[in-house]
């Protein structure tokens, strides 16, 4: 399976807008980069996720670079309820199905 | 509410004692995703299902973990004989077929002393 990269921890204002990288060099052509975020004591949440375009919705925006091989998820503006652990996930068939394989993903704190 | 629930919440149990944990799945989604998740760890994927079938299973899911979904609805997941290394936070979830998101319950935390 293709890996990614993320930072251990980021910290950010509140109301400040976060930018939280993702590397992904050995992303292949069909893999769908998603993110998905856990609230302390809950399960994960999807965020958002793509292919090749940006996208946005309303929890955040999705900025893929052009070769693929790193995204940005995009936190307009952080709230407190931002705090949480955010992965980055490339989803692609594999012997698991469909199954999302995460990593440790990014720790971000949200300080008032 | 109309989500994927989980129970028990919390298990707490003697080393050696058997569990099982229970997973209501979203009703229309057919593929349902056991994973286990430690402290500091993502959640690790253990086994899942489509419809009734059990797909694939991880080389972490030993052979005294075994999980069901009879009717292609709710499914178990049973560990027997308990150890302590076992303890963990067991989630579940279903996808959606057109998506692939999958839609996680709150999960069912396992203590084992």
């Known amino acids: 399976d293709a890996k990614t990269t993320q930072p251990n921890s980021m910290e950010s204002n509140e109301e400040e807008p976060v930018h939280l990288p993702c590397n992904h060099s050995t992303i292949s052509g069909t893999d769908y980069i998603h993110w998905y975020r856990q609230l302390p004591s809950q399960g994960p949440e999807y965020v958002i996720h793509?292919?090749?375009s940006n996208v946005n919705n309303r929890m955040a925006s999705l900025a893929i670079a052009e070769d693929r091989k790193s995204s940005t998820l995009i936190l307009h503006r952080a709230t407190l309820r931002d705090a949480a652990v955010y992965y980055c996930i490339l989803r692609g068939y594999s012997n698991s199905g469909y199954a999302l394989n995460f990593g440790k993903g990014t720790s971000l704190l949200v300080t008032p | 509410d109309t989500g994927v629930s989980q129970d028990p919440r919390h298990k707490i149990t003697k080393r050696g004692q058997n569990v099982t944990f229970r997973c209501d799945p979203i009703?229309?989604?057919?593929?349902l995703y056991w994973y286990r998740q430690t402290l500091g760890q993502g959640p690790e994927f253990l086994t899942y299902f489509q419809n009734e079938a059990q797909l694939e299973k991880s080389r972490l899911l030993s052979d005294r973990f075994s999980a069901e979904r009879p009717k292609g609805s709710f499914s178990t997941l049973e560990i027997q004989r308990t150890e302590q290394g076992d303890s963990a936070m067991y989630l579940c979830a279903s996808q959606d077929r057109d998506t692939g998101e999958l839609f996680f319950g709150e999960g069912s935390r396992l203590t084992v002393l």
């Open positions: 009703s229309e989604h057919n593929r």
């Open positions: 793509g292919l090749t």
